[in-house]
């Protein structure tokens, strides 16, 4: 965890997606590597999980400026059992 600036709590992490789907009749791997970020309450909570569990995230994703990254800004989250 660091602090911004201004003084909010952020984390920023990397989050792993991994899953079948079907395309076309075909069964398809689906692996994703993705870079996020977590600001304030959110965050706070975020670094009090395990490492390894699942979760679904709802935020937005955005664009560093000059980059071709793109960056899951996480506003909130729940573990998925």
């Given at each position: 965890m660091r602090?911004?600036?201004a003084?909010?709590?952020a984390l920023d992490m990397r989050l792993e997606h991994g899953s079948d789907v079907q395309e076309a009749g075909q069964t398809r791997q689906v692996k994703a590597n993705l870079?996020?970020?977590a600001?304030?309450?959110?965050?706070e909570r975020l670094v009090?999980?395990?490492l390894g569990q699942e979760f679904r995230f709802t935020g937005?994703?955005?664009s560093p400026r000059n980059s071709?990254?793109?960056?899951l800004h996480i506003q909130d989250f729940q573990h998925i059992s």
């Open positions: 602090y911004t600036p003084g909010l709590p870079k996020a970020v600001l304030g309450s959110v965050a009090q999980q395990p937005f994703i955005s071709k990254q793109i960056v």
